[in-house]
């Protein structure tokens, strides 16, 4: 199966991955954001350096858990297996998250959900329990009741709930940690506003957002430095020039639209023969084997490809 990008739901280490309880208790007390989409997922997105001080690359990965399983017929059965998620620690299924955004020291679940429910599931987890660590703009925390340092931190509304986790400086570095607690009251700030968001001061994450569609999952991210002629290699997907890419994919039914998009320093260094070069050198064997209807095209200094493709045939 083609593997396009990292899964981190079922194993990440802030949501944890203790059975699903507390299933029935789902409701549909708070409407689905952004339909067949991500809604405005970049208003999440914080700076690379925000938590990390040493950070100087981003990315994130957004997933409409929802989508997926309003489509797993229309999928291959063990590409839907792949893709479906359940979230334990706060007793929700995929088809209950409308967006699972995942950023670099936490995560964001919105959608359909019984609030009261969630907090029972995580003062009742079985792998951890949580306890209430007091509010913030709107949201409950709650932290490990067992750890005096919690490693993980999680605030729940009606709004969202929002993951963080504890970030360890490294050895040598001239910054200190920051509290699992923190990062979480970082994120709701940068959703809130009164926190910096990434596209209001990265123009590469700007434009890289601004070409992406919102699909069923939307991915990116930018480079601490661009490309140089050296490291490029353009059958890979690797431009000389670039300094930011990402990629969605969108269901409907059993068709799907998948979109590249591939961000350089200036227009100027946009080359859609380098990305035509891209696109035949996988036509067998690659991304687009299945793939029908494939464009090249140049937005800015933005180049991006799109195709169709059999929803059943997605990442196999």
């Known amino acids: 199966m083609e593997q396009t990008r990292r899964r981190l739901l079922t194993a990440s280490a802030v949501l944890g991955t203790g059975a699903l309880a507390g299933c029935s208790t789902v409701t549909d007390a708070i409407p689905f954001i952004g339909g067949g989409g991500l809604g405005n997922y970049q208003q999440w997105v914080y700076p690379a350096d925000q938590f990390n001080q040493d950070a100087d690359s981003l990315n994130f990965d957004g997933t409409n858990q929802k989508g997926i399983y309003d489509s797993r017929k229309a999928f291959y059965p063990s590409t839907y297996s792949s893709l479906a998620a359940n979230y334990g620690t706060v007793g929700l299924t995929g088809r209950s998250v409308s967006m699972d955004l995942g950023l670099p020291e936490g995560r964001v679940l919105k959608g359909s959900y019984d609030t009261a429910a969630v907090v029972a599931e995580l003062e009742d987890d079985a792998n951890t329990q949580y306890e209430s660590d007091g509010s913030y703009s709107g949201y409950e925390l709650y932290v490990p009741s067992d750890r005096d340092t919690p490693s993980q931190a999680v605030a729940?509304?009606?709004?969202?709930?929002?993951?963080?986790?504890?970030?360890?400086?490294?050895?040598?570095?001239?910054?200190?940690?920051?509290?699992?607690?923190?990062?979480?009251?970082?994120?709701?700030?940068?959703?809130?506003?009164?926190?910096?968001?990434?596209?209001?001061?990265?123009?590469?994450?700007?434009?890289?957002?601004?070409?992406?569609?919102?699909?069923?999952?939307?991915s990116g991210g930018t480079r601490a430095d661009e490309v140089d002629s050296d490291q490029a290699d353009a059958e890979s997907g690797v431009f000389d020039g670039q300094v930011a890419s990402g990629q969605s994919w969108s269901v409907n039914g059993n068709t799907t639209s998948r979109q590249w998009v591939f961000v350089f320093d200036s227009e100027g260094d946009v080359s859609t023969t380098d990305l035509n070069d891209w696109v035949e050198a996988n036509d067998t064997g690659g991304v687009f084997t299945r793939a029908r209807n494939v464009k090249v095209s140049q937005n800015g200094r933005a180049g991006v490809v799109t195709a169709k493709i059999d929803t059943y045939d997605l990442f196999r």
Do not use: K
């Open 156 to 218: 729940v509304s009606n709004n969202a709930i929002v993951f963080g986790r504890r970030v360890e400086p490294p050895f040598g570095a001239d910054w200190d940690a920051v509290a699992a607690t923190d990062v979480v009251e970082g994120i709701i700030d940068t959703s809130g506003g009164s926190g910096t968001r990434a596209v209001d001061e990265n123009d590469d994450l700007t434009t890289l957002v601004n070409a992406l569609n919102s699909g069923t999952n939307v």
